[in-house]
């Protein structure tokens, strides 16, 4: 490829040749490259200084789809919704659940690519019940910075010895490598969703509750938690209606299997407060709303959080926020999940959202999720890691990207 064809960029591969070939040109010339999908992400993470895109939109296909064998491969930029569509034809699912960040984001809703989805590994409410988007990352093939193709793990899930390369590329923001084939485990999707809701808890109760769900032989696959103020913008209207908080456990199965549960739940959670069931469609609603974090897309004028943090501890960490802020939030992962929308003045609110996390010492962490790009620039979008981890953290970078030519300053501010 000649170097004036390149300058012009942005640059459009569409196959792993070609991005080997643009990641070789950039890195002999210490030129940093912003890799990117749709762009539903663009900010999500530090404001980057790439002088030129590496567009995977046109990267994009199913490469095969076995159901029988519950797994399917996919291009980085096949659009989530495509893969969701085939998945569903065959009754089989995403069980990770995975989010459609962009209105929040401020992008088009059903953009969002695979690629993007597992390079932020992205997972929704059902992550309680089913794991991570890393654990349903079975291979890769990928470029790293150095222009080397590699792969790691393969159609099946098994035991092998050397590093989990997949586990180490989810949540790593295009810093380390770009994928050029991904290979997910899929599993059947439900025959039936049941949620079962009790109206009116205050924080603590609510997530007592979920703990209970939890612990139960129930086998809920969401647990979550809406505050008054956020009840009312669903656009559910058993939901938004109800004038009160709202607490929601998901089950799903077999119709036999959903019934059953929804009404030993039903026992379960009585004693906690007034009751009311979704089915079918309010359900599926009402979670995807969840793992939207649809409740916060407007106004867009206030930055977004996430929290992740021990359950039990969830209450108090979020009275602390908002006795120094004018918060909204709610829970997901019955209590381990806490959005949260705060003024974007000042630092943002990172003071006092890392300040409550820090006083509970029990661990926990904050991400800086929407935010302009002149305060993801001046403090830290991710939770500052230990001066160990944050060693190691380079040492990584180093070896795949010497030249830091992937996304530089997109997880941390360069040297």
Known sequence: MADDALMAGPFRPTDDAQVREVVAWAAARAMPLEVVGAGTKRGLGRPGNAAAALDLSRFRGIGWYEAAELGLAAAPGTPVAEITAALAAARQQLAFEPPDLGPLLGAGAGQATIGGILACNLSGPRRIKAGAARDHFLGLHAVSGRAESFKSGGRVVKNVSGYDLCKLLAGSYGTLAVLTDITLKVLPAPEKTRTVLVFGLDDGAAVRALAGAAASSLEPSGLAHLPAAVARASGVDYVSGAGAAVTAVRVEGTEASALTRCTALRELLGAFGAIEELHGRNSGALWREI?????????????????????????????????????????????????????????????????????????????????????????????????????????????????????????????
């Open 291 to 415: 793992a939207d974090v649809a409740a916060f897309v407007a106004p867009r004028g206030r930055v977004v959080w996430r929290l992740s943090l021990p359950p039990a501890q969830a209450p108090a960490v979020v009275a602390d926020i908002a006795r120094a802020l004018d918060a909204a939030w709610y829970y997901d992962w019955a209590g381990g999940l806490v959005w949260l929308a705060a003024p974007a003045d000042g630092d943002g609110g990172a003071n006092a959202v890392r300040g409550a996390i820090a006083r509970i010492g029990a661990g926990g962490h904050a991400t800086l999720v929407r935010a302009d790009a002149e305060l993801r620039a001046r403090i830290p979008v991710f939770q500052p890691q230990a001066p160990a981890l944050a060693a190691l953290a380079r040492r990584i970078k180093q070896q795949f990207d010497p030249e830091g030519v992937l996304n530089p300053g997109r997880m941390a501010a360069e040297a």
